[in-house]
């Protein structure tokens, strides 16, 4: 490939991550922008399978794997012990798919945060739990099939606003991004980096095994999340002030959801609960950034 | 220096005398007064550390994890519903090689609700790799402290230094306080020679094949048996600069002894006092407090019971659809090494006293004499409604 965008390649090849995964490059991209000096720590899920068998790692940075529920707490032991030992200068990156930030994780996630504990936390959000097999989480969209929402038994709640969750915390910096945009991606990492506290990313990370769709989509699929706004992009600063990143314009999410084989089986009258879920989301939140530039 | 003192006080300034670096908590009846001080001290600047308030036991011990394997001196303190909750993070922290210290405020786990002394909670994690110390006195508590870090970064395993919920954690004595620069000779800084670091990445915890678990297990095991001895050396060094031992068996009146009271915890004294008022009767009795539950302190233990009959146990706590949990590890220690028999008595559960006359008792029980409790398969019950 050739890389103009990435200049220190943190993420080193074999890694054991699915062909056509966005979470292995949205580690990339973070990476890039944290540098080496960076601690991650990180529960169960994909990543930790991809990392490698011991004592193989596909990363250039120090990784710690700890139990499910505790990835933001455990960081916040890593940053207390750190700046103890006066190494403030090194970044601690949590770093936990949505199973491990929307469900069991959440409870540390806010006791971290709650503390304005001085990491930064990334969310990167395939909509299930794919690394057990492509189970429900509380961060799968309406109407979305998985293993434990089959036709028969589909999810009717829409997926959980993990950021005004965050945002309600008063933390410095929350923000939204898609592994389809890496520049605004990496922009958003870099925005974290210069503050101090609890930063928070949440990050679309299309899967190709668990949306079924082609693994060379793996970038348009998360574009047109964007473009039809199931997965806006936006930043939220002390909780208080949010703004909107410029988009394509608005689209239906047809497209989207033709996609991908997860939505293959949703009735008409779902794909309306989905549109208007997307539509009420975006009303509200384009309500809520009004005309505040992106800072 | 003489002080009187609270059990719990003297867990948290014991961690401030072995300058603690990182100290993560949630408070629990009855623990609190120990993370109540560390803060204070840690606020007042007595303490160079770091408090990391949390929102549960949980992750207090996530806490820990994060900070003691990026190389910080990690301290906390749980009880009973706490330590159930930590669970998980337990055989974390034994298995990441982690040298916490904690201490652990024995109390009854629910339903029901009780808040008194009991050491199902425990006794019920002896599986997960921790050592385990089981206090008898106020002075045990500051002691224990150091050695428990002593031992915990010379072995890299973590250690649990249990105070009965109460009878100990509420209790005031004179003991003994040391000067922070004997302190020091004792314990140096905590320096390991393997950590989390950006300078040398590596991973921690990370994913590996089953040859390797195996061989990990293997050796941690082995290392693991190795404590016993590596307690009593600590113990023996402590006791030169000192004058005090702490040591996995602690034996009274020993030597002859054809009957044995065996306890964990305070309970100790009064085993004490009941051997030598058996004595006064003419029954060649002593009593022996089992400090170390885990590992299992198999060869001072057999060593210390080589000349006994009757061997009576007593257990705060009970395993379900089998017996006293001390009662079953004191079997397994002498089966195929000793004909001794073994009387498991279950009593002082959910905090009633455990007086020196009910123990004396459970002795003369033991030796043919009036029966005072139920039997109910392989134990005998003492003070049961009817």
Same mark, same amino acid.
């Given at each position: 490939m050739n890389n103009k965008i990435l200049k220190q390649e943190l993420l080193a090849p074999g890694h054991m991550g699915c062909p056509g995964c966005g979470a292995s490059l949205v580690m990339r991209y973070v990476l890039e922008v944290l540098g080496p000096k960076t601690m991650v720590v990180m529960p169960a899920g994909c990543w930790p399978t991809f990392v490698g068998l011991y004592p193989s790692t596909c990363l250039r940075v120090p990784v710690m794997s700890v139990p499910f529920a505790t990835t933001a707490m455990a960081a916040a032991g890593v940053r207390a012990s750190l700046d103890r030992q006066g190494k403030g200068e090194t970044n601690v990156l949590a770093w936990a798919g949505d199973g491990g930030t929307f469900d069991i994780g959440l409870q540390a996630l806010s006791g971290a945060a709650e503390k304005n504990t001085d990491i930064i936390y990334v969310c990167y959000d395939n909509e299930a739990y794919m690394n057990t097999g492509i189970q429900r989480s509380s961060a799968t969209p309406p109407g979305c099939w998985t293993t434990t929402t089959p036709a028969s038994a589909p999810k009717l709640e829409p997926k959980k606003n993990i950021v005004e969750i965050m945002a309600a915390h008063r933390i410095p910096y929350v923000a939204t991004a898609s592994v389809g945009y890496p520049r605004d991606l990496m922009d958003k990492v870099e925005k974290a980096k210069g503050l101090k506290g609890t930063r928070?990313?949440?990050?679309?990370?299309?899967?190709?095994?668990?949306?079924?769709?082609?693994?060379?989509?793996?970038?348009?699929?998360?574009?047109?999340?964007?473009?039809?706004?199931?997965?806006?992009?936006?930043?939220?600063?002390?909780?208080?002030?949010?703004?909107?990143?410029?988009?394509?314009?608005?689209?239906? /999410?047809?497209?989207?959801?033709?996609?991908?084989?997860?939505?293959?089986?949703?009735?008409?009258?779902?794909?309306? /609960?989905?549109?208007?879920? /997307?539509?009420?989301d975006w009303a509200r939140l384009s309500e809520k950034c009004g005309d505040n530039p992106a800072a | 220096m003489k002080r009187v003192i609270m059990g719990t006080e003297t867990a948290a300034l014991a961690a401030v005398l072995a300058r603690v670096q990182v100290v993560a908590a949630y408070p629990i009846t009855p623990q609190t007064v120990t993370v109540e001080e560390l803060s204070d001290y840690i606020g007042k600047g007595e303490l160079d550390a770091?408090?990391?308030?949390?929102?549960?036991?949980?992750?207090?011990?996530?806490?820990?994890?994060?900070? *003691?394997?990026?190389?910080?001196?990690?301290?906390?303190?749980?009880?009973?519903?706490?330590?159930?909750?930590?669970?998980?993070?337990?055989?974390?922290?034994?298995?990441?090689?982690?040298? &916490?210290?904690?201490?652990?405020?024995?109390?009854?786990?629910?339903? +029901?609700?009780?808040?008194?002394?009991?050491?199902?909670?425990?006794?019920?994690?002896?599986?997960?790799?921790?050592?385990?110390?089981?206090?008898?006195?106020?002075?045990?508590?500051?002691?224990?402290?150091?050695?428990?870090?002593?031992?915990? %970064?010379?072995?890299?395993? $973590?250690?649990?230094?249990?105070?009965?919920?109460?009878?100990?954690?509420?209790?005031?004595?004179? &003991?003994?306080? +040391?000067?922070?620069?004997?302190?020091?000779?004792?314990?140096? +800084?905590?320096?390991?020679?393997?950590?989390?670091?950006?300078?040398?990445?590596?991973?921690?915890?990370?994913?590996?094949?089953?040859?390797?678990?195996? *061989?990990?297990?293997?050796?941690r095991q082995m290392e693991t048996l190795a404590v016993?001895?590596?307690?009593?050396?600590?113990?023996?060094?402590?006791?030169?600069?000192?004058?005090?031992?702490?040591? $996995?068996?602690?034996?009274?009146?020993?030597?002859?002894? %054809?009957?044995?009271?065996?306890?964990?915890?305070?309970?100790?004294?009064?085993?004490?006092?009941?051997?030598?008022?058996?004595? %006064?009767?003419?029954?060649?009795?002593?009593?022996?407090?089992?400090?170390?539950?885990? +590992?299992? $302190?198999?060869?001072?233990?057999?060593?210390?019971?080589?000349?006994?009959?009757?061997?009576?146990?007593?257990?705060?706590?009970?395993s379900f659809g089998a017996e006293g949990i001390v009662a079953q590890e004191v079997k397994s220690c002498l089966y195929g090494k000793s004909s001794a028999q073994v009387h498991?008595?279950?009593?002082?559960?959910?905090?009633?006293?455990?007086?020196? %006359?009910?123990?004396?008792?459970?002795?003369?029980?033991?030796?043919?004499?009036?029966?005072?409790?139920?039997?109910?398969?392989d134990s005998i019950w003492i003070k049961v409604l009817p």
């Open positions: 928070f990313l949440h990050i679309l990370a299309s899967c190709p095994t668990g949306w079924r769709h082609d693994t060379e989509l793996t970038m348009e699929v998360a574009r047109k999340a964007v473009e039809c706004r199931a997965f806006p992009l936006y930043e939220v600063w002390d909780g208080v002030r949010w703004s909107l990143t410029p988009m394509a314009a608005k689209t239906p /999410v047809t497209d989207y959801l033709n996609m991908q084989g997860r939505f293959k089986a949703m009735s008409a009258p779902q794909r309306e /609960v989905f549109q208007n879920w /997307v539509d009420e | 770091a408090y990391i308030t949390v929102e549960s036991e949980h992750s207090a011990m996530a806490a820990c994890v994060g900070a *003691s394997a990026t190389g910080s001196r990690t301290f906390t303190a749980t009880s009973s519903q706490g330590l159930a909750l930590m669970h998980e993070m337990l055989h974390h922290a034994a298995g990441g090689r982690l040298p &916490i210290v904690m201490l652990n405020a024995n109390r009854a786990l629910s339903p +029901p609700w009780n808040l008194y002394c009991d050491h199902t909670d425990s006794l019920s994690q002896r599986d997960t790799g921790w050592i385990q110390y089981y206090c008898c006195d106020v002075q045990d508590v500051m002691d224990s402290t150091f050695i428990a870090y002593r031992v915990a %970064e010379k072995v890299m395993l $973590p250690v649990m230094i249990n105070l009965d919920g109460f009878y100990l954690t509420h209790t005031s004595e004179v &003991i003994d306080v +040391p000067d922070q620069e004997e302190v020091d000779r004792y314990l140096p +800084p905590y320096d390991p020679a393997d950590k989390v670091d950006v300078d040398n990445p590596s991973t921690y915890g990370c994913v590996c094949g089953a040859d390797l678990f195996s *061989s990990l297990k293997y050796r016993e001895q590596a307690w009593q050396e600590a113990s023996d060094e402590f006791a030169a600069q000192f004058g005090r031992s702490h040591a $996995p068996v602690q034996g009274h009146n020993l030597d002859d002894a %054809e009957v044995v009271i065996v306890t964990i915890g305070t309970a100790g004294g009064a085993a004490q006092l009941a051997a030598d008022a058996l004595r %006064e009767e003419g029954v060649a009795a002593g009593s022996l407090n089992l400090a170390m539950v885990r +590992p299992f $302190p198999y060869e001072s233990f057999r060593r210390a019971v080589s000349g006994a009959k009757h061997l009576v146990v007593l257990d705060r706590d009970v498991c008595y279950i009593a002082g559960v959910g905090g009633m006293d455990i007086t020196e %006359e009910i123990l004396a008792d459970m002795a003369r029980e033991s030796l043919g004499g009036q029966k005072q409790g139920l039997e109910l398969g």
